[in-house]
């Protein structure tokens, strides 16, 4: 895509029909949980957006982020959009390294002082600077480097949005999340490991339509994909209200297609719109291939206990510990029992000797 | 850590050490007491059928007075039986008893275990209620019983509301549930709900002794 083009021409240019574009805009609108009539507000708006400036910082992570979003599948309207961004800087994805690929950042900065938009992927470590360092540059300044002059910032994933799997126990790097260093500048959390990609692309649509932020929700994710949890979406849901579980991977309730709560699912939980959008042109989702959620939108969600145990069982079940306790509380019955007696036979003697 | 972490793990663990360590220690205590003997010459043997007679005789309403606490009686063995259900037939509890006991037992369909919880958080409200207005109830009522009351009420209401999603988030509801129930286990041995521990060996023992009496339990 051309500088100088905007979006609307772009697409007609990759064979993007006006009608396929409206219905994109339609469903980028019921996603985003906006009224009918705004589905002209967000074509109009995306059809004449000129190319942001999106820089994009890759830190501890697997790149399962972007390999989510470029490897989703044959390309589509939203991942159109996405290639319509300017993507100035991504060091996984661009030819440039080392101080070529410094410069070019710099140069995005400078140009879009102000209204550039920063996409994170990854946590950030604190332990050491030098667990992980891009061009010698460590994670830490060249997030505080980059953030200064964007006009948002956008953390892509659970590691950039919550300290994710780096943070787990014992956090060996101090990983921390983009929010906990960054805090003066709106912060849109996309959550998940990875992220879906049309959330992805829904935020940068609202972007470009509104000149804004979505509405977010306590954890600073966006309440049009993150309002409802899997459980509340999912197709299975009936059978949890009928009681019928699937006690195993492949027993007759499997099978079924029965409810995978028993079987740790973590939906009732988890807040993503995995159970709506689907991955894959729609096509099915991790319950849909009969594994249970595993939560990976939440914070901490590597720390919950066992993807297998379900959500009401506790995290803590050790017998000898209880056999501990009753032992304890023997010897506590023991113990009164004795200092009871003990009392009533001074009371006894103390009586006898008043009598004679 | 989540409330609701803070809910499975640590609160969980000491309000079980605490629970475990209370009913123990109270029935150890209570087993070793004391009593001074006996020396009058027992009117007929004594045993295990007069203990079980007792036990039977005294989960029955006194003929006596069967129509005055015709009500208590029905509405005592409807919530003692709604709340089993609920506790022992709800999959997901099975799954909390299966991670502490390491086996587990058939569930009852949701909409009976609702209709079961409905239940004896009704008739548990209505007892309050009345024991708060019943002057002879108020009389003899104590703090202890208002909170036995209402640490029994509150698992019941946040767990269906846990379980409807409402008033809340489902992780939040969820936690707030547990820890009902944890402070549940935190006061049992230590007020009077420790009568689901006591009150079948006390029958047995008082059979047992009128037995000795000659007395028909």
């Given at each position: 895509?051309?500088?100088?083009?905007?979006?609307?021409?772009?697409?007609?240019?990759?064979?993007?029909?006006?009608?396929?574009?409206?219905?994109?805009?339609?469903?980028?609108?019921?996603?985003?949980?906006?009224?009918?009539?705004?589905?002209?507000?967000?074509?109009?708006?995306?059809?004449?957006a000129r190319r942001p400036s999106v820089i994009w910082l890759s830190f501890q992570e697997c790149t399962g982020c972007t390999e989510s979003l470029t490897r989703s599948h044959a390309p589509t309207v939203e991942s159109l959009i996405f290639d319509a961004i300017s993507l100035d800087y991504h060091h996984t994805l661009q030819v440039a390294s080392g101080e070529g690929a410094e410069e070019a950042r710099h140069a995005a900065m400078e140009e879009n002082d102000g209204e550039y938009l920063l996409v994170v992927d990854g946590s950030i470590p604190l332990g050491n600077p030098g667990y992980s360092t891009i061009a010698g540059i460590s994670n830490l300044d060249m997030l505080k480097d980059t953030a200064k002059g964007a006009a948002a910032v956008i953390a892509v994933g659970t590691c950039a949005a919550f300290g994710g799997i780096p943070q787990a126990f014992p956090n060996p790097t101090g990983a921390v999340s983009v929010s906990d260093i960054i805090t003066d500048k709106p912060i849109i959390n996309v959550s998940g490991c990875p992220p879906i990609p049309v959330v992805i692309t829904g935020v940068l649509a609202h972007f470009l339509t509104f000149g804004t932020i979505p509405e977010l929700d306590h954890l600073g994710r966006p309440t049009a994909f993150f309002g409802q949890t899997i459980h509340d979406r999912c197709y299975r849901r009936p059978f949890y209200e009928r009681g019928q579980f699937a006690h195993t991977f492949d027993d007759e309730g499997a099978r079924k297609g029965w409810c995978l709560y028993e079987l740790g699912c973590k939906g009732p939980t988890s807040y993503?719109?995995?159970?709506?959008?689907?991955?894959?042109?729609?096509?099915?989702?991790?319950?849909?291939?009969?594994?249970?959620?595993?939560?990976?939108?939440?914070?901490?969600?590597?720390?919950?206990?066992s993807f297998y145990k379900p959500i009401s069982a506790g995290l803590w079940g050790s017998k000898e510990t209880l056999l501990g306790a009753a032992a304890a509380g023997a010897a506590l019955g023991i113990g009164s029992a004795m200092a009871a007696r003990a009392r009533k036979n001074k009371a006894i003697k103390e009586s006898e000797a008043d009598s004679s | 850590m989540t409330l609701l972490d803070f809910a499975r793990g640590p609160a969980l663990q000491w309000s079980l050490i605490i629970l475990v360590t209370g009913i123990i220690w109270r029935i150890v205590g209570a087993l070793l007491l004391s009593s001074r003997k006996d020396l009058s010459v027992a009117r007929r043997k004594s045993g295990l059928n007069d203990g079980l007679g007792a036990i039977a005789t005294r989960s029955l309403p006194a003929h006596t007075f069967e129509k005055r606490i015709r009500f208590q009686h029905v509405t005592g063995y409807a919530w003692h039986l709604a709340l089993f259900v609920t506790v022992l037939f709800f999959g997901p509890h099975i799954l909390f008893f299966e991670s502490l006991l390491g086996f587990s037992w058939p569930a009852l369909p949701n909409g009976i275990v609702l209709f079961s919880a409905a239940v004896a958080l009704a008739i548990l409200i209505a007892l309050l209620i009345r024991r708060a207005n019943h002057p002879v109830q108020k009389l003899i009522s104590n703090a202890d019983d208002y909170i036995s009351v209402i640490l029994c009420i509150l698992p019941l209401l946040t767990g269906i509301l846990a379980f409807a999603h409402i008033g809340g988030r489902y992780e939040t509801l969820l936690a707030i549930h547990l820890l009902s129930i944890e402070a549940l286990f935190i006061w049992f041995p230590f007020g009077k709900l420790m009568h689901s521990a006591m009150t079948f060996p006390a029958r047995f023992q008082a059979g047992t002794s009128f037995g000795r009496k000659g007395i028909k339990a």
């Open positions: 895509m051309r500088k100088d083009q905007n979006l609307g021409e772009y697409l007609r240019t990759q064979g993007v029909s006006r009608r396929g574009f409206l219905k994109f805009c339609s469903a980028t609108a019921s996603l985003m949980a906006l009224p009918p009539s705004a589905v002209a507000q967000v074509a109009e708006a995306l059809a004449s993503n719109a995995c159970a709506t959008v689907k991955w894959n042109e729609g096509t099915s989702f991790p319950i849909g291939s009969g594994h249970g959620c595993l939560g990976c939108s939440e914070p901490g969600f590597w720390d919950h206990g | -």
